[in-house]
Each structure stands twice: as C-alpha cells, then as structure tokens.
Nanobody, 113 residues
Framework: QVQLVESGGGSVQAGGSLRLSCAAF????????MSWYRQAPGKEREFVSAIAGDGSTSYADSVKGRFTISQDNAKSTLFLQMDSLKPEDTAMYYCKSNSCEDWGQGTRVTVSS
C-alpha cells in the first residue's frame, strides 16, 4: 500500500500553466506504474496520463501536447506539468498507483476563460 498526497492545484486563466505533484509514502514498488486522472463536475473520472516503470508515457488525446507527466529519480514524487490550460481542463485531479490500486485525495484545478 502507498499513501498519495496531491498538491499544486489552483485557479488560473486560460493559457496559463500549473504543475501538480503527487508525493508517495509507503512501498516504493507501488510507484513504478502511476497515472493521473481527473473528474469534472457532473462527469465521470477520466484518464489523463500515465508513466510506466520503464519511463514510457501515455496521454489522453485531449491533453496530448499540452501536459507532461514525469517522476523524480527515486519515484517518490509524480508530476504533471500542465501548459496551455483550457476551461475544459477544470476538474479534480487525482494520482493513482496502478501497481497497488491506491488513489490520492485529489487537488482542484480551475481554469477561467
């Protein structure tokens, strides 16, 4: 099991940037395969991006080219760099350990037009 704590959310105007962080506390093997998800008001939670143990990454089409997922070398912190933000990116953002099926509590992102 791993405890995941997100931070870095906030309010920003369209076109702006935010960098989300997800700190992991617990078994390090839980952080070898991680993802970001988001849930907008009234909508289902959706996949945003993932990073595998070998460093390979994947993105939802809606964020490709604007968001970048990464981890520190110790794999203790997961990041999501979000650039060129749009109002439709407004949501709660959650990190997930795919290996251990643990979720963080979320961090809110609000993008105004």
């Amino acid at each position: 099991q791993v405890q995941l704590v997100e931070s870095g959310g906030g309010s920003v105007q369209a076109g702006g940037s935010l960098r989300l962080s997800c700190a992991a506390f617990g078994y390090t093997y839980c952080t070898y395969d991680m993802s970001w998800y988001r849930q907008a008001p009234g909508k289902e939670r959706e996949f945003v991006s993932a990073i595998a143990g070998d460093g390979s990454t994947s993105y939802a089409d809606s964020v490709k080219g604007r968001f970048t997922i990464s981890q520190d070398n110790a794999k203790s912190t997961l990041f999501l760099q979000m650039d060129s933000l749009k109002p439709e990116d407004t949501a709660m953002y959650y990190c997930k350990s795919n290996s251990c099926e643990d979720w963080g509590q979320g961090t809110r992102v609000t993008v105004s037009s």
